[in-house]
């Protein structure tokens, strides 16, 4: 019997989702081994001839229409990349990003002509793509951002910063939020899509250094003056962004939810491997009885978060996934595999402790999975709420 063992439920389950789940465990067996893996954290990003032969294998834009070039599929199938990824220690590539959190506010909110614009490139790696909503002085309190759009003819003056962008460091294509009211609060944030290479004033910031995730690129952006054609407001409409953001948010801790748990398999299978292997005491690790007991609490934490993870994604492909619940699955998953990694360093001992163990990089890595995409304190608010 394998460390996690939890079957599909029937609505996960048919050929073509098997089929896929294979097609991407090839991509990465054959793309993304150790060396490429060192390779991305070394240099702090991964490289954009990686995302064109992602696109080239269908992986990017799964859930992107047929129309704008996508494959037009449902959210399990970013769910299976999202799974394997992080069962392959491979989630320094920000698929996620890219396709799940980034690209719906496009084929959702943009109009005809800005999905035609965009999309396809997104879909062969051509465009990266990005979110610009953190500011120094607004995180989790988007309200408070201080980025402003002013129109000025058919254009947009914007200047402002951002800061923790993911994909910043190579992104082509930012959608970005910014107050086109500012006396408007919340009704007052429109999200524009800026083309880097087609502007004047967009500068990026060095490359910040992070506790973990080495390998996913995040950065500053700086806007002085920069106009954007105000053909580039995303809908057409100015006000509707924090709409927009609010409406994504559950799908993107869900998106989060789902990275989490394909790391906290993968560390608990190879934990298995290692204490079945490591020579203790006349037996093995895990022969001791205290090692079953760890095993045995961290499988069962994997497997009622999964179980929830399963029930939630049924939610949301039926478009019944609420806030609430969606934070519970983000707030429980990735608390789950922070203490399921956890358990599992601390039975590989010393070798546990070294860079070069998958384990100690995945330590690293879940780490920020407790703090982007709202922090569980944040979550624990919106649960509240629902009481």
């Known amino acids: ?68 070039g996508g ?15 992080g069962r392959k220690h491979a989630l320094n590539f920000a698929f996620s ?55 000025d003819g058919d254009h947009y003056v914007i200047n402002g910063q951002k800061t923790f962008i993911s994909n910043g460091h190579a992104c082509s294509l930012v959608v970005l939020a910014a ?72 799908k993107e801790r869900l998106v989060i939810a789902w990275q989490a748990m394909g790391m906290m398999e993968a560390a608990l299978e190879i934990t298995v491997e290692h204490a079945k292997q490591r020579k203790m005491f006349g037996g093995t690790l895990f022969d001791q009885q205290n090692t079953k007991f760890k095993l045995a609490e961290c499988k069962t934490r994997a497997t009622v978060a999964k179980t929830f993870l399963y029930h939630c994604t049924e939610q949301l492909l039926a478009k019944k996934l609420d806030a609430a619940t969606a934070s519970m699955a983000k707030l429980f998953v990735t608390e789950a595999q922070a203490f399921v990694i956890d358990e599992c360093l601390q039975l590989f001992g010393g070798y546990g402790y070294m860079t070069e163990y998958p384990i100690a990089e995945m330590y690293k890595d879940a780490r920020a999975f407790r703090i982007y995409g709202g922090a569980s304190e944040i979550m624990k608010l919106l649960i509240a709420r629902s009481i």
């Open 179 to 250: 107050k086109t009211d500012p006396s408007a609060g919340a009704k007052g944030i429109s999200l524009f899509a800026v083309e880097v290479d087609k502007v004047e004033g967009f500068e990026r910031g060095r490359l910040l250094h992070k506790l973990g995730q080495e390998g996913r690129d995040t950065a500053e952006l700086f806007f002085t003056d920069m106009r954007v054609p105000a053909e580039n407001l995303i809908g057409g409409v100015e006000g509707q962004g924090f709409r927009m953001l609010m409406e994504q948010l559950p």
């Open 71 to 85: 494959s037009g599929l449902d959210f399990r199938y970013d769910a299976v990349v999202m799974e394997r990824q």
């Open 1 to 68: 019997m394998s460390a996690f063992d939890l079957p599909r439920p029937a609505f996960m389950d048919d050929e073509e989702i098997r089929m896929f789940a294979d097609s991407v465990d090839r991509f990465l067996d054959t793309n993304a081994g150790p060396a490429t893996l060192t390779q991305w954290r070394e240099q702090g990003y991964v490289e954009q001839d990686f995302w064109r032969k992602a696109g080239d294998a269908g992986i990017l834009g799964v859930s992107i229409p047929e129309a704008y």
């Open 97 to 151: 990003l890219h396709s799940t959190v980034v690209a719906p506010y496009i084929y959702h909110y943009a109009t005809e002509e800005q999905c035609k614009a965009w999309l396809p490139g997104a879909v062969s790696g051509d465009t990266l793509l990005a979110v610009a909503m953190t500011e120094p002085g607004a995180g989790s309190d988007l309200q408070g951002m201080k980025t402003t759009a002013i129109r």
